[in-house]
């Protein structure tokens, strides 16, 4: 799975959404036309005539003028008003992220404090995908419905959510539960997220004229009907009547051109996600299993929800039966993994696996040293199946003390501190002072934490932070702010900021600090010569205190940019600063993913010029990639 060719199709693929919608719209707009006209025909021939005022000669009016070009126009834009303003309603009320689905599904989110075993499991499982593929920790929300399902939604891959039912934390094993997540995982990284929330919005958009139907049916109800009382032609409560239920009957239109649209964008990425899914944990009896168990299940992977008809398609499974299938059969995906495949489905047991089973066949992590060169570059490619069993293995190795703060988001802040705090006694004392200055309150706990987190492998915290991070999900804008006041505070207390300092506070600052998406920049590789030159800089200086080895890095990386050959070059070390690089940083976000991934691979190219990657190198590279939105698991 190439998480870059991938976003850049989904860009693609939204288009491809509009260019439906539009061709909704279109029909409603023609559908609704044809019912005000017939209703216009059916008052100038039957109650214009029962007027005492009304001269009527039907020969002389022959027949009626069914094109009204200022009708039309005034239908096509309230469909258009309507329909539009319906829309971008719903896509702004889930823009918050992937939490604001979940909620208005009536999921639940999993506390990190959880005593029930079947939740800690899934949260585990959330960690470790995350951390494997080097994407952000999702939140993880649970649905009590008794069906086997899940759903992966968010506009980004640092504001994603993945949700379960109930059914699939109780009925699944945890290397199915696994295949499920994976399958999830590869949603957030394919794009399709953001191409689902647009498609809630288009798909609520479409059947919002049956709403409004349904309210003018209401009206008529509680005000009663009849012909009006001075005789003189319809009752307004029968022709609202008659418009509510045209509105309801068009309404399902609209609901037909959703589900169309929902089916047209859905089957072929739920295939693909089967297979990424495979990529991700190299097992496909456990995806194949969840599927299975599906199949054997009296729910199913049904959804019970109001909501359920505008979502179905954010599904690991069909939610709802419907004429248009969202999913491809269960059949053909469970024997597009097991070719031999007898036909027969699971039937759930009371009895299923619920705690952690040992990792099996996994050695014991050892300290990492130096990374070869190769490793990081095809990190950069995203195959997390390789890093999968030893994040496993490192989560669960973690210090008691880590593991506790992991349980809450106090404890998540004071580690969040704790990783910033310096590794030298007098240094990391002044830093505590300045805390206890600042009234911070988790000032002890994060002094506590000092040595347990700097016992913990320099190449592995980066993801320590992101799992601390993850935990933080709760709390508020402002105590988000204040924690990244206070690293500030911590990392310039000494006036020299150092490479992994920089890299824990710029991830931070990404994760912590309110985002929207960036704007979609140049497709021109040259509009970002100065960024990439400032970048590619700063990692070859980060390598070597001499000048000569890092211009023969430098060229090393930009070997991998043909197309910014001879435009490029070395800028002096004193100019290299990390604030220039994070100036750049922003810049570089709303680069084409495409171009993104030569950058990083030729990041990876400059820190290995001299054939390995130390850990500090490292960081710096997974600090470059979260800035541009990118995933880069662990080398």
């Known amino acids: 799975m190439d998480f870059f060719a991938a976003q850049d199709r989904a860009r693609g693929q939204t288009r491809l959404l509009v260019a439906y919608f539009i061709l909704g719209v279109a029909g409603l707009i023609v559908a609704l036309y044809a019912v005000v006209m017939a209703g216009l025909v059916i008052d100038q021939q039957h109650f214009q005539p029962q007027r005492a005022d009304y001269n ?73 995908m995350a951390l494997a593929s080097g994407v952000p920790v999702p ?13 992966a939604a968010g506009f980004r891959p640092e504001n ?14 945890r290397d199915e539960l696994q295949g499920v997540i994976g ?26 004229i049956t709403v409004i139907g349904r309210e003018l049916l209401f009206v008529v109800g509680r005000s009663g ?11 307004p409560r029968l022709v609202l ?12 239109l609209g609901v037909l051109f959703g589900r169309l649209i929902q089916a047209a964008v859905s089957r072929q990425r739920e295939a693909l996600a089967d ?8 097992n496909p009896e456990g995806l194949a299993g969840a599927l299975k168990k599906i199949g054997g299940l009296p729910e199913g992977s049904q959804v019970k929800h109001a909501h359920v008809e505008e979502t179905a398609h954010l599904f690991f499974a069909p939610a709802l039966h419907t004429l248009f299938a969202t999913h491809p059969p269960l059949e053909q995906r469970i024997r597009a993994l097991e070719p031999n495949w007898d036909g027969k489905f699971i039937e759930v047991g009371d009895a299923e696996e619920t705690a952690d089973a040992p990792a099996r066949g996994i050695a014991p992590a050892g300290r990492p040293g130096p990374v070869r060169a190769e490793s990081l570059v095809l990190a950069a490619s995203v195959a997390a199946a390789a890093g999968l069993a030893g994040v496993r293995n490192w989560r669960e190795n973690l210090p008691p003390a880590v593991q506790q703060a992991l349980a809450s988001p106090a404890g998540c802040r004071a580690l969040v501190l704790a990783l910033t705090l310096d590794e030298g006694e007098a240094a990391r004392q002044a830093q505590v002072q300045q805390l206890r200055v600042s009234r911070e309150p988790a000032a002890e706990a994060a002094a506590q934490l000092a040595e347990a987190v700097h016992a913990t492998d320099a190449g592995r915290r980066l993801p320590l932070l992101e799992l601390a991070l993850a935990g933080l999900a709760g709390t508020s804008v402002a105590e988000r702010a204040t924690l990244l006041a206070r690293m500030r505070e911590l990392v310039w207390l000494d006036h020299v900021v150092m490479l992994h300092e920089f890299a824990l506070l710029r991830v931070a600052e990404y994760r912590l600090k309110p985002r929207q998406a960036p704007v979609v920049g140049s497709s021109d590789p040259r509009a970002y010569a100065r960024d990439v030159a400032a970048v590619l800089s700063a990692l070859a200086y980060a390598g070597t205190e001499d000048d000569a080895p890092a211009a023969a890095a430098f060229q090393h990386g930009l070997a991998g940019l043909p197309e910014l050959a001879g ?65 880069l698991p662990p080398g």
């Open 160 to 173: 994603a959510a993945v949700t379960v039912t109930r059914g699939a934390l109780r009925n699944l094993s």
């Open 275 to 282: 297979a990424s899914s495979v990529q991700f944990t190299r």
């Open 56 to 128: 009527y000669d039907a020969a002389a009016m022959g027949a009626p003028n069914l094109w009204r070009p200022d009708i039309f126009a005034w239908v096509g834009l309230g469909t258009l008003g309507v329909v539009g303003v319906a829309c971008m309603t719903k896509i702004a009320e889930l823009r918050s992220g992937g939490g604001a689905v979940a909620l208005s599904l009536g999921g639940a989110p999993v506390s990190r404090d959880t005593t029930d075993i079947a939740e800690r499991r899934f949260l585990n499982i959330v960690e470790e």
């Open 241 to 252: 009547l008659f418009l509510g239920l045209a509105l309801i009957v068009l309404g399902w």
């Open 225 to 235: 009907g009849g012909r009006s009382s001075n005789g003189k032609g319809a009752d």
């Open 139 to 151: 939140e993880a929300y649970v649905l009590e419905q008794e069906g086997i399902n899940a759903f």
């Open 567 to 631: 435009g490029v070059a070395l800028i002096p070390r004193a100019e290299a600063t990390l604030e220039r690089v994070s100036v750049a940083c922003g810049r570089l976000e709303g680069a084409p993913f495409s171009f993104k991934k030569q950058l990083l691979e030729a990041g990876a190219q400059v820190v290995a010029e001299d054939g390995v990657v130390q850990p500090a190198e490292a960081e710096l590279l997974r600090a470059l990639a979260a800035s541009l939105g990118c995933p």
């Open 183 to 208: 399958h999830e995982f590869s949603h957030v990284l394919n794009g399709d997220m953001r191409l689902n929330v647009e498609l809630i919005g288009a798909v609520f958009g479409l059947v919002v």
